[in-house]
């Protein structure tokens, strides 16, 4: 009933940007928490940008350099990632609808996509 489904995964070099999106469908963005997380292989899946329309969060290590918004005309969440770096490297999931204020916990997400690959190149 609920899916996201998120794009504009790719390669590009140190420095580039890209963005992120996450079409959701089955249910309004309005007054849903919505996050992205990332995982590398071998490695915890780990929160990046997250929050409501009110409150945003981000991990230290994309401070400055990513930005979460929304449209909830389009129900689509954005991830703007700009002078991205090799340890950016991941596979990119879009979550939905967090217990509580768990939002920074992976276990406390509702929903998942299937998640974009994002390849930085030094």
């Known amino acids: 009933q609920v899916q996201l489904v998120e794009s504009g995964g790719g390669l590009v070099q140190a420095g580039g940007s890209l963005r992120l999106a996450c079409v959701v469908s089955?249910?309004?963005?309005?007054?849903?928490?919505m996050g992205w997380f990332r995982q590398a292989p071998g490695k915890e899946r780990e929160f990046v940008a997250g929050g409501t329309a009110g409150n945003t969060y981000y991990a230290d290590s994309v401070k400055g350099r990513f930005t979460i918004s929304r449209d909830n005309a389009k129900n689509t969440v954005y991830l703007q990632m700009n002078n991205l770096k090799p340890e950016d490297t991941s596979v990119y999931y879009c979550?939905?609808?967090?217990?509580?204020?768990?939002?920074?916990?992976?276990?406390?997400?509702?929903?998942w996509g299937q998640g974009t690959q994002v390849t930085v190149s030094s």
């Open positions: 089955g249910r309004t963005l309005i007054g849903t928490g």
């Open positions: 979550a939905a609808d967090p217990d509580g204020s768990d939002w920074h916990l992976d276990a406390a997400w509702a929903y």
